[in-house]
């Protein structure tokens, strides 16, 4: 059989970026920001490059990190999902040996710090390792756009079960009718169109994850996720499907009989190692 190239992309990840829009340097004036760590990656004509040592199709790695800080100066970052399809536009539009551009960013998620019960004018706080993230995925003929939330913590102390599972000769869990429930919400959507009002949605689709995890009745982490996914596709028809990844936080309750001690449901023993994961894509066709 003989020997080929298959499948190849390129590119440069994890560049950091922060932008600091600033609408009026004057003592208290309004300052905003934007953290993005932005990953790209061509695909195309590069055979050449890995079979002869030929490298007159390859834009440097170092020139689309150079592009990404170019692109930022002269453009407001006004959403990750934005940038990520100016970024994607703009090397199509430069590179005709490229055939497909991706193009994703992970957002750190600042809010202003609250002085005196008000938001201040250019001081932030992140509190969270929630990240809001999008990936651009495009050829001059179409472009694919979805977003996310990575990193979402959330918890619930009650109205959350785990009953009927199946049992075998290993099998040592306990059924619980009242227990806690916690997850690190990983979630990704995919847009209908390339122009939706991101920030719009997003927000409003973080909002209705949360919702959805607070209100169910829960009969097992599966039945929780189904329930957001179903509530986010009946609330925003720009959006035709999402993947949800939930790994399950265990609380666990602490025996405290060798102390003579009861512990009807107070104490409990945090631990996320080893941990279930639940994942699934819920799809409006």
Same mark, same amino acid.
């Given at each position: ?5 298959? *499948? ?7 560049? $950091? ?12 004036? %309004? =300052? @905003? ?11 195309? @004509? ?25 692109? &930022? $100066? ?14 994607? *536009? =703009? ?15 992970? /957002?750190?998620?600042? !809010? ?17 390792? /929630?990240?809001? +993230? ?15 939330? !990575? ?9 959350? &079960?785990? *009953?009927?599972?199946? %049992?075998? *000769?290993?099998?040592?869990?306990? !059924?619980?009718?009242?227990? +806690? ?17 991101? @920030? ?18 829960? /009969? ?20 035709? !499907? ?32 080893? =941990? ?6 819920? $799809?409006?066709?």
């Amino acid at each position: 059989m003989p020997i080929h190239l298959s *499948e190849n992309n390129y590119g440069k990840q994890r560049v $950091r970026l922060l932008r600091l829009s600033r609408q009026n340097v004057q003592h208290g004036a %309004r =300052h @905003d920001i934007k953290e993005l760590t932005v990953g790209i990656r061509f695909e195309g @004509d590069f055979d050449a490059s890995h079979t002869k040592g030929d490298n007159r199709n390859i834009l440097p790695t170092d020139t689309m990190k150079n592009t990404v800080y170019a692109l &930022a $100066r002269h453009h407001l970052v006004d959403t990750a999902e934005s940038f990520c399809l100016h970024l994607a *536009e =703009h090397f199509l539009s430069k590179n005709p040996q490229a055939s497909r551009i991706h193009v994703d960013a992970s /957002e750190t998620l600042w !809010e202003r710090l609250a002085v005196g019960g008000r938001p201040h004018a250019h001081a932030f706080t992140c509190a969270s390792n /929630e990240k809001r +993230i999008a990936f651009v995925n495009a050829t001059r003929s179409e472009k694919n756009i979805h977003a996310g939330i !990575e990193g979402l913590v959330v918890l619930k102390a009650t109205q959350s &079960a785990f *009953e009927g599972f199946l %049992r075998d *000769e290993f099998t040592t869990l306990k !059924e619980a009718r009242n227990r +806690i429930l916690s997850t690190v919400i990983s979630a990704e959507w995919f847009y209908r169109d390339d122009s939706p009002p991101f @920030d719009t949605t997003w927000n409003g689709v973080r909002q209705t994850v949360l919702e959805a995890f607070a209100d169910h009745e829960s /009969e097992s982490l599966q039945h929780t996720l189904y329930a957001i996914g179903e509530s986010v596709l009946q609330n925003f028809a720009s959006v035709r !499907e999402i993947h949800l990844s939930l790994p399950n936080k265990h609380y666990n309750l602490v025996d405290l009989s060798p102390f003579r001690l009861d512990n009807p449901g107070v104490v409990f023993l945090p631990t996320d190692e080893p =941990h279930g994961l639940i994942e699934a894509t819920v $799809r409006n066709d």
